[in-house]
């Protein structure tokens, strides 16, 4: 067969294929065009070993690269040589019939171009295409590229080009080719350029995935099947711009993160180099940089399938200190990385826990918040991703002071119960992990904020108890939730009905005044109301004019108020109120106003006022579950509590129910079931069911004759016979619901008073209550009768008579005892003790002068210590019972003006000092019914200067108690003012700051106060008085700090109205005074301003102020007024020691800091060094504690004494002694005087009695007289009112006791043995009771052979204590604790 031929522009012949003719630039395309297809398909059919043919064809391979059809315009020519030359590259492999390098790369260049063909699927052409890009692939012909010197040019257009074509349309043999193509070259290569990199990375951006997801997937599967050849390229570009900051060797730089990213995702291999390098990034001083290397390892380390923090745990312990970085964007960053982390990675939390708790507590409020949502958010998706810890952090947060994070902490909490405790979605291991939550979020009702009280009543309306639940599975939920509460979380849960109670009436009450005549009476009165209501409301400020513009809605739109009068008539059921306040809300909506602060106000009142829980059908469910529980067919113990348990419970529930909703429970079927519980042994259950019966039954008598036929003498009987808590419901429900109340309490009345007998006292108490509340509720029948049982038996045969012996002295000397251990005899007295009161209140007058003599008798009560008759019968505890009844009933009596009036100085000053009784348990239980009176606004202002004697109270919790006790009286005192526009003419009583006259007066009569120059009583007075001041002073209203010095500057003027003409008294007075005007000086720059008005004195406490005369003279010596502004502590006491550690339990022992220890002896009369100033009361007041119980009555007392080595020998110790004086003072765990146990112990060794104990409130007996005289200081007064401390007092009298010499030391290297031990009086360290000062006593040889005795007294102590220990102590140092006299030894 004969070939074409022609020659080439180099003269050689040209040979084409049958059939082919020549092919030159004259012919037209459409013929170039087929010419081209018979030399591509005699190409294609060709194969490399047709060697006749490769030499035959190779000048037409060599014209197919020429310029003519590498540049030819038509797409068609263009396609058909690049196959051509394709084929051409495959024949010849591996040698190119091309020796050019500027040719070859032309024609790669050239076939690069037509591969972007392949974007057209839809194409004629594309087959070609594809057979181009397959043959490419197959044959691997860009390898021949690597000889050449620019071959990256062609490799990094040929990647691009690949890339931009990609698309979804491709099917998987396109992307195969592709990537054959692309990996041949990276994988056969010397290495990859950072152009050629950037040509593949470029893809992974964001921007560019978005843009073309088939290159991303490409570039993805690329990198995968290249790893292990593309990593040191990726480590090396990384390295550059990570570490070396070299930003221009690519323009990828900016990207290096999203990068890492992506590349981690596809393979972590790719990485292997670089996650150290990010380390290094993780502590760079650029803020912004540390957030973004934070934000891609929280996105490397939080992904689900990570291995990272396992792999490379240096960089996962470098990524969790960022969680303690200064730069808070970071911090923020790491918290809301964690909540991924505990999903996806349960197994790191343990790492997680602690970081997650120091950012809980973080200063930003956003952290605070964002830790909270990671908790939460983990928490409901899986529970046992979060740990118990990591949900305290959240219980933590429900009292954080931000209300946002608050809020977050407590509705997060909620979202958790109700998903595990209310649908149990995991079952009951991770209920009861969670069932912690209810109580928790009920506490915070607690808290002041009115926005915590409305989001706990929300939680409880939409997780606790959903409102939306069918009614029987409602009150199923609020049955066994109510059951399972603890007791302060019902305590709270009561509070919020109360409170919502309380603002329905409110509402009423506004709606009640609409109804009435317009007048400015009744203006004022809605406007008071209005301003209640507010108060209930967040954000008071703007409640009070967004309810003013409700008021006037209602008042202009009379179906608006009947539709909220409906809302809250007692007949409203929950359906109805739904209907209520969603009519309510659209007629005050706005429907061009989005947001309505306005309605937003009224939804919230609405809210609280709407009961969405309780009606009739749901008090009935409440009955019927509280039936089955007593028959024993409901499912307590599925719901985790016992029947017990929900049946005390139901009670319970039902009994506060019945105060804020009456009417629902007024129906025979409910009645039947309480009269049932009337029957039961539980006495808590019968208890409440009267209570019920006695708060809802007014219409039983005229609707439910069966009822109250059944009732009636089970009330009898519980009156006569039931417990006392019983016999007082019985009686008062008799008095509430039935019409002849008077014939029924007379049948009850007449059998007990004629059956009461005192030898019996255990068969007294039910029937002294009975007595005591018929009394107080019908005085007009019962007052004559209740007279003669007084006087002939409650009186004289019971409380005037001790009839058994109660181990004088109590068991093991114990100042209080459990209820179930009060004799019964004692518990009959405090019962009579309040029939008196009960009586009294009744009658509201003293025509027969009756209180008198009662307060006589509780005075005496009081003043001989609660034994009346002190015939030695009663134990100490019942003694203390005796004594809080008698203070507590004459604060009852107090609350009644008429008997306030006839209540002496005297008597208020006997009741006041209860507060510092000797027993623990009494001084708490009357400061609470104090502070519980006083809050009521029951009580006169003058009975909160008793709050100031709580200086003096030993234990710390005490005295912080009595100082929330003042701060909230105060503020209860000063809001009533400012709601009340009446209450300005009764400011004499209540205006806060009108206290200081009484206390003043108070603190003049005290019985600790004996020398008017005494320094230590000084101070002790300017405790109480600070302690009282610290709080009215906290802020200056109304320049309240020149009011309080121009009162007591008037106070001089006058004189003491209780002894108007004892000097002594009066000297006394003055002197409290004075002391308070140097208080007040020293803590107020505002107190010398002129007082805002002249101030009134009580004329009960003050005689008139002399007009003639002034009174200008300060009373203080100059050296006490010096010692009182500088703050100078006294010098210290030393008493005696032991030889063992103090130490309580559940307290540490308080050992003094080494920093407080002076490096330098201090001469023993020399002045000690001033304790810091202004220390606040929680600082210096600490308790130290002791090993035996509080109320012990004579404990051992155990101190602290360490070795200490001896600089000066043989030197006597100077030091002044001084007396134990005032009440008996009792630490949290009670002691006495040291030197006290030691003249115990020697008299028990000698058998010499012990001199008698001062009594409270009156001199020693004359029997005693003789005794206590010998210990006494013969000017010093008698205490009254407070329990004595015996004290160790000087006295020629007695040297057997106190005078006891020393002997001299014994060389300090010879070991001391028992019968050789000494005290090393060398250097005796006195600390302040608070640890704050240090005395060092040095030895000095004018030391006095008193002070000697006293220190002999310390040593016979130890040698009686312990004889072993002490001989291998060596030296000792004796520790002491000294403190001001007005706050007592605390040992």
Known sequence: MAFPQSKSADGKIIIYPPGVKEITDKISNDELVKRLKMVVKTFMDMDQDSEDEKQQYLPLALHLASEFFLRNPNKDVRLLVACCLADIFRIYAPEAPYTSHDKLKDIFMFITRQLKGLEDTKSPQFNRYFYLLENLAWVKSYNICFELEDCNEIFIQLFRTLFSVINNSHNQKVQMHMLDLMSSIIMEGDGVTQDLLDSILINLIPAHKNMNKQAYDLAKVLLKRTAQTIEPCIASFFNQVLVLGK??????SEHVFDLIM???????????????????????????????????????????????????????????????????????????????????????????????????????????????????????????????????????????????????????????YKKYCLHAEAGKEAAQKVNWIKDKLLHIYYQNSIDDKLLVEKIFAQYLVPHNLETEERMKCLYYLYASLDPNAVKALNEMWKCQNMLRSHVRELLDLHKQPASEANNTAMFAKLMAIAKNLPDPGKAQDFMKKFNQVLGDDERLRAQLELLISPACSCKQAEVCVREITRKLANPKQPTNPFLEMVKFLLERIAPVHIDSEAISSLVKLMNKSIEGTADDEEEGVTPDSAIRAGLELLKVLSFTHPTSFHSSETYESLLQCLKMEDDKVAEAAIQIFRNTGHKIETDLLQIRSTLIPILHQKAKRGTPRQAKQAVHCIHAIFTNKEVQLAQIFEPLSKSLNADTPEQLITPLVSLGHIAMLAPDQFASPMKSVVANFIVKDLLMNDRVCQFPGGKNGKLWTPNEEVSPEVLAKVQAIKLLVRWLLGMKNNQSKSANSTLRLLSAMLVSEGDLTEQKKISKSDMSRLRLAAGCAILKLAQEPCYHEIITPEQFQLCALVINDECYQVRQIFALKLHKALGKLLLPLEYMAVFALCAKDP???????????????????????????????????????????????????????????????????KECLWFMLEVLMTKNENNSHAFIRKMVENIKQTKDAQAPDDGKMNEKLYIVCDVALIVITTKSTTYNLDSPKDPVLPTKFFTPPDKDSSNNKCYLSDEAKTLLLTGKPKPATVLGTVNKPLSAAGRRPQDRAPGLEMGSNISGNSEPSSPAPNRGREQNSEVPETEVSENEENPVILLTVVPAKTEKKDEPVRNKTSTERGKKRTAPAGSENIQQITEERKSEESAAPVPPKARRGRPPKAVSESNTAKNSDPNKAAGRGRKRVAASQESPAEPETTNVKVPKQQETNVKRTSAQRQMDLQRIQVLDSDG???????STPESSAEELDLFKSCESSQNEVDNTKLAERGFLKVRRKSMPKGRRQRL
């Open 247 to 252: 930003s221009s060797v690519s323009d990828l």
């Open 262 to 416: 992506e590349l981690f995702a596809i393979d972590p291999h790719l990485l292997l180099s670089v996650m150290p390098q990010l380390e290094f990034k993780l502590k760079s001083n650029d803020g912004e940089e540390r957030l973004a290397v934070v934000r891609l390892l929280a996105k490397l380390f939080g992904a689900k399938d990570s291995e990272l923090a396992t792999q490379n745990r240096p960089l996962w312990q470098c990524f969790l200190g960022r969680f303690n970085d200064i730069h808070v964007p970071v911090r923020l960053e790491c918290v809301k990385f964690a909540s991924h982390c505990l999903m996806n990675h349960p197994d790191l939390a343990k790492d997680l826990t602690e970081y997650l708790k120091v950012r809980s507590h973080d200063p930003e409020e956003a952290i605070r918040h964002d830790v909270i949502v990671t908790i939460i958010t983990a928490g409901k998706k899986d529970l046992s991703l979060v740990n118990d810890q990591l949900l305290g952090f959240v219980r933590e947060r429900t009292l954080d002071k931000r209300w946002r994070v608050r809020k977050e902490a407590m509705m997060g909490l909620a979202q958790l």
């Open 955 to 1021: 234990v710390k919790e005490r005295r912080a108690h009595a100082r929330q006790c003042l701060l909230k009286n105060i503020s209860i005192r000063r809001e009533y003012i400012k709601q009340n526009p009446m209450a300005h003419e009764k400011l004499l009583s209540l205006l806060p700051e009108y206290v200081v006259p009484y206390t003043v007066h108070l603190l003049a009569h005290d019985p600790d106060f004996t020398k008017t120059q005494d320094i230590e009583q000084l101070r002790d007075i």
């Open 1332 to 1338: 704050y000062s240090v005395m060092d006593l040095e």
